[in-house]
């Protein structure tokens, strides 16, 4: 029956981005009774997710970017020969697992996948364009809090936002004591993770010798560059070219 796979050969070339995104994470941030309109320890464990995709799942991802219930995994190299079907799959699965361990929750999450396909310049519009996604949804998420805390359920605070420009919805905000500029940056820029050389210091016990040996952990960093300015561009060139 192998011959009624759909999308069985289906295969990609490297360099490409999966970005897996959350289903209905709404119900679960609100089950958990997260803080709104961030909660600090969701992004520290959907940091934890992206860790554990590139140190975990043998998949080897170059880097992370997450921001709310979103990741993407930019890769340099293709796992599974190619195979975008298998990719998706172990990609959503693997995240969906790490992140129920992270949390500590006990009912089933999910991601869905989708594969883009990059070079260098269109990696780093599409990093562009999902970072200036990140601080939709983040002055989005402080006006619609905002406006739920004044008395308007989810719905009526929703319908009060459609339209509303992002300097209308700045000055909504600074009208009522929060500088949506001044927020923390992993809340209005997203977080990266990915692996750094570091030296590590030890002993050889047969030469009887202290000596350094350079290895590559991973780092979560939270205080990124705007990745439209020059310094953001140059940001992801290096990590896409390391």
Known sequence: MEEREIF???TIFAPFI????GRAFHRLTRDLGMKKPYDGGFCRAMAQVCGALIEDSGLEPAFAYTFSDEISLCFLQAPFRGRVEKIDSVCAGFAASALTLALGVSSPLSFDARIIMVDEKAACDYFDLRQ?????????AYCQQALIEEGMNAAQAAKNLKGMKASSMHDFMHSRGVNLAKTPSWQRRGVIVRRVPVIKKGFNPISGEH???ERRVVRTETDLPL??????VAYIRSLFCP
């Open 227 to 232: 990745f439209s300015a020059p310094e953001g």
């Open 18 to 21: 999966v970005r897996l995104d």
């Open 132 to 140: 200036r996604e990140a601080w939709r949804n983040h002055i989005n």
């Open 211 to 213: 000596v350094e040996a």
């Open 8 to 10: 069985k050969n289906l």
